[in-house]
């Protein structure tokens, strides 16, 4: 297959998604003109790419559908249940036109005969009406006179010594509206060179202000001639209401804005502007030569979008910046050594560069949640049919975003906790009634930022978890002792023991065999956490934690017998000083610190370290489920920015270590992974 | 601590409309009538801002931005001066002195206030 089919592919699968979504709100709202030209679109470029890259069939189902929806446009035909029917249909239909490779064609052709009577019956029958729309309600065009300016200030250097102050001047223009700042200090020499009446920084600020260009000349007025000022219109209207801008606007120190890429949003966004409101004014008058008009909308929506690149590339240049960060690290050392202080401006100035570039490197890998959502509302759409349950799906925070091997790796647990809230979580309509609540029941997906964690979680509103129930069935099943004393919170959390499923009968949807402990692997294996927490008749919350990205973590250096180790900054609560003497004494290894008891583990001991220890250790708490667990460790040397590298082939059989990072100075140190420190010390000496 | 304003200036009405805007704005206000005034006041003293008039008998204003300029202790002092419209060569003679900025005559109230927020917060 040639690279054009495969991009077309990767479009047209892109393109059903986004027909999903617009059709699931197209249900809640069937009157949206805008969701009916949305979708209209997307047929029209699923048609046009498939007849192009030679998906004949393509290009011809979807010209039917094209014409149905165009009917909807002109406002000749109605948006029916029927028809959603069919388009989500259709686009499964699409789907499988695109994944055959020849051996389900028999079938396809089926599905399409059935698919193309259904359509007719919608084209040719008398369902046509002209009183499906109300009239379009015009848009009041809100002329608020803010205009959006670039004003670029850099002082000379003698500015101060006339008793300016070019602080005031900032302060001044940005009193005037809403702006960015963005500072340059790359101009400040190095400490022998220095004047200290000089002026080095320099400035450049966005800013949105209702006052005319006039009032900026005027804050300037007294340092013309002192400084540097560009003055730039950029656009006629609020670039801080333009969401597309935010981004652009990220204000980066010694990095200046991307001026070109803001002024072309803005004129994007000019356009549209002026397109939505001649769309307006001539809505009534031509239909005719709408056509040429929505390729144009779409191939301009198409090329602000981004690019598409082959994901080897992107591990490729992560995989560079993290070697550039270690080489960085090694640099830093070697300059604190040799106190030159150019090579000290020099190692600064790149260490600031590379950060900038970790973090744009970084956030390329990084894709919404949102993503997985559109997959999630047919999910719960489709199921929560099947089982004739009603089922409201909301998802929140759908914008905060994951690496893209989290989000690969998170899919397939979220499927399957929403699959058990369908399947088990919410009741029927009927038991729902005679338990006082809404018949209709509701699932929430919140995701959002936590630390260095992204934490999502799944609540439902159904029956909830019986401990009781739980703990019968795991006695029954024989994975806990007859007699064993649990907490409702340890009943709970019996499900997430293998082998365990509470469910009465075996269904086809989260059926047997696979539960929530493989959930639980799963989240494990990307370094994420998963808590259940529920109510018996008011529902459940299913939470996973996960880490913001795999491959760089903000760590703890601590050294144990003149060895280094990192301790993620992320499990970290807090830590203590502690005697030697009173680490040797505590009885059954539990401390007590500041009035409260702490279980700790010696990892001297545990290591089977024999030399003598310091007389003053530190006692790292961290985080370990609900509860503080201390780690011993000889001093902490400070925070430290690990690249985390695997192991190799000798040491994949420990559990303790979740990699391993080089040091500035070259030398290696481990990662502790202190969630499998403690599971495995403990099992060890429960043996 | 409210900020200290020097005003300098041979007219005693105008030092009047400036010292009554000016303590009502908040700032303490001391006065001069010409250039040797303000440099006996000033002398070991601190200030925020010298407002001056550019033409007075005795020492006239460009002296005045000249002595403080190449005083110790003075030299980022702010210094606005008063003038008109048409004297433009002035105004750039005043600037080359060492001023930072200026006040055009006439002016309301709103006017000089605005100008001292350019140079003294």
């Given at each position: 297959m040639d690279n054009f089919q495969k991009k077309f592919l990767e479009e047209a699968s892109d393109l059903i998604n986004q027909l999903e979504q617009a059709l699931l709100t197209l249900e809640q709202d069937t009157q949206n003109p805008e969701l009916v030209d949305s979708i209209f679109r997307i047929m029209h470029s699923l048609k046009g790419g498939g007849g192009m890259f030679g998906f004949d069939n393509i290009s011809s189902y979807t010209h039917k559908l094209e014409n149905m929806y165009d009917l909807v446009r002109q406002k000749k035909l109605k948006v029916t249940r029927e028809m959603l029917d069919i388009t989500f249909e259709s686009a499964d239909h699409i789907t499988s036109m695109l994944n055959d490779d020849g051996t389900k064609s028999n079938e396809i052709k089926r599905n399409e005969e059935i698919l193309n009577r259904r359509i007719d019956a919608i084209l040719d029958g008398d369902n046509f009406s002209d009183t499906s729309f109300g009239p379009a309600e015009s848009l009041e065009q809100t002329v608020s006179g803010v205009k959006s300016y670039y004003v670029?200030?850099?002082?000379?250097?003698?500015?101060?010594?006339?008793?300016?102050?070019?602080?005031?001047?900032?302060?001044?223009?940005?009193?005037?509206?809403?702006?960015?700042?963005?500072?340059?200090?790359?101009?400040?020499?190095?400490?022998?060179?220095?004047?200290?009446?000089?002026?080095?920084?320099?400035?450049?600020?966005?800013?949105?202000?209702?006052?005319?260009?006039?009032?900026?000349?005027?804050?300037?007025?007294?340092?013309?001639?002192?400084?540097?000022?560009?003055?730039?219109?950029?656009?006629?209207?609020?670039?801080?209401?333009?969401?597309?801008?935010?981004?652009?606007?990220?204000?980066?120190?010694d990095f200046p804005f991307d001026l070109d890429k803001i002024k072309a949003i803005c004129q994007e966004e000019a356009v549209k502007e002026k397109e939505k409101s001649e769309a307006e004014n001539s809505e009534n008058k031509a239909k005719v030569n709408s056509g040429d008009e929505h390729i144009k909308k779409f191939t301009k929506e198409s090329?602000?979008?981004?690019?598409?690149?082959?994901?080897?590339?992107?591990?490729?240049?992560?995989?560079?910046?993290?070697?550039?960060?270690?080489?960085?690290?090694?640099?830093?050392?070697?300059?604190?050594?040799?106190?030159?202080?150019?090579?000290?401006?020099?190692?600064?100035?790149?260490?600031?560069?590379?950060r900038q570039l970790r973090d744009t490197a970084f956030s390329i890998t990084l894709i919404p949640i949102d993503y997985l959502v559109v997959r999630f509302r047919r999910l719960v759409r489709d199921l929560s049919r099947e089982v004739g349950k009603e089922i409201e799906f909301e998802a929140r925070g759908a914008e905060t975003e994951l690496d893209k091997t989290l989000i690969e790796g998170i899919s397939e647990p979220l499927m399957h906790i929403l699959r058990n809230s369908i399947d088990h979580g919410i009741?029927?309509?009927?038991?729902?009634?005679?338990?006082?609540?809404?018949?209709?029941?509701?699932?929430?997906?919140?995701?959002?930022?936590?630390?260095?964690?992204?934490?999502?979680?799944?609540?439902?509103?159904?029956?909830?978890?019986?401990?009781?129930?739980?703990?019968?069935?795991?006695i029954e099943k024989g994975l806990i002792a007859a007699d064993s004393q649990l907490s409702d919170k340890e009943a709970i959390d019996l499900i997430f023991m293998p082998g365990f499923s509470t469910s009465e009968k075996v269904t086809n949807i989260s059926g047997r065999g696979v539960g929530m402990d493989v959930v639980k692997r799963k989240v494990s294996d990307i370094r994420g956490t998963v808590q259940?927490?529920?109510?018996?008749?008011?529902?459940?919350?299913?939470?996973?934690?996960?880490?913001?990205?795999?491959?760089?973590?903000?760590?703890?250096?601590?050294?144990?017998?003149?060895?280094?180790?990192?301790?993620?900054?992320?499990?970290?609560?807090?830590?203590?000083?502690?005697?030697?003497?009173?680490?040797?004494?505590?009885?059954?290894?539990?401390?007590?610190?500041?009035?409260?008891?702490?279980?700790?583990?010696?990892?001297?001991?545990?290591?089977?370290?024999?030399?003598?220890?310091?007389?003053?250790?530190?006692?790292?708490?961290?985080?370990?489920?609900?509860?503080?667990?201390?780690?011993?460790?000889?001093?902490?040397?400070?925070?430290?920015?690990?690249?985390?590298?695997?192991?190799g082939k000798l040491y994949r059989n420990q559990d303790i270590f979740s990699g391993a990072s080089i040091l500035g100075d070259g030398t290696v140190a481990l990662?502790?992974?202190?969630?499998?420190?403690?599971?495995?010390?403990?099992?060890?000496?429960?043996? | 601590m409210a900020k200290t304003i020097l005003i300098v200036d041979d007219s005693e009405s105008i030092r009047e409309v400036?010292?009554?805007?000016?303590?009502?704005?908040?700032?303490?206000?001391?006065?001069?009538?010409?250039?040797?005034?303000?440099?006996?006041?000033?002398?070991?003293?601190?200030i925020d801002l010298v407002i001056t008039d550019l033409h007075m008998p005795e020492m006239d204003g460009i002296g005045l931005i000249k002595y403080i300029r190449a005083t110790a202790g003075y030299n980022r002092v702010p210094i606005l001066f008063l003038t008109t419209e048409s004297q433009l060569a002035k105004k750039i003679e005043a600037k080359d002195a060492g001023a930072t900025g200026w006040i055009i005559k006439p002016f309301v109230p709103a006017k000089l206030l605005a100008a001292i927020s350019k140079v003294i917060r």
């Open positions: 670029k200030v850099k002082p000379y250097e003698h500015i101060q010594r006339n008793g300016t102050n070019p602080f005031f001047l900032i302060d001044e223009l940005v009193g005037l509206g809403k702006h960015k700042v963005n500072i340059f200090y790359s101009n400040i020499p190095d400490f022998e060179n220095f004047v200290l009446d000089d002026s080095y920084l320099w400035w450049e600020i966005i800013l949105s202000t209702d006052k005319d260009e006039d009032a900026i000349k005027d804050v300037f007025i007294f340092v013309e001639d002192d400084c540097e000022i560009v003055i730039q219109r950029i656009s006629e209207s609020d670039i801080f209401e333009m969401p597309k801008v935010a981004p652009l606007l990220d204000c980066r120190q090329s602000i979008s981004g690019i598409r690149v082959a994901s080897e590339k992107i591990d490729d240049l992560m995989n560079l910046v993290s070697e550039l960060i270690t080489t960085q690290a090694g640099l830093n050392l070697y300059a604190e050594k040799n106190k030159d202080a150019e090579l000290t401006r020099i190692t600064e100035n790149l260490e600031n560069i590379s009741e029927s309509a009927a038991e729902r009634m005679a338990a006082g609540k809404t018949p209709s029941g509701k699932i929430i997906l919140q995701a959002y930022y936590s630390g260095s964690q992204v934490v999502i979680a799944v609540t439902d509103d159904g029956a909830g978890m019986d401990p009781k129930k739980i703990k019968r069935k795991a259940v927490s529920s109510s018996l008749g008011e529902g459940t919350t299913i939470t996973i934690k996960l880490p913001l990205t795999l491959s760089i973590i903000d760590g703890m250096l601590v050294r144990i017998a003149d060895v280094d180790y990192i301790i993620p900054l992320s499990v970290i609560d807090t830590i203590f000083a502690v005697e030697h003497e009173k680490i040797v004494s505590a009885f059954q290894n539990v401390i007590n610190i500041e009035g409260s008891q702490y279980p700790f583990y010696y990892l001297r001991d545990e290591f089977g370290l024999t030399d003598s220890a310091p007389a003053k250790e530190e006692i790292i708490m961290v985080k370990y489920e609900d509860r503080k667990i201390g780690i011993v460790v000889d001093n902490i040397t400070g925070e430290y920015q690990a690249v985390l590298k695997p192991l990662v502790l992974d202190t969630h499998k420190v403690i599971n495995q010390f403990t099992k060890y000496n429960e043996l | 400036v010292n009554f805007t000016l303590q009502n704005a908040g700032f303490e206000v001391f006065a001069a009538g010409n250039g040797i005034e303000a440099q006996k006041f000033l002398d070991g003293r601190t």
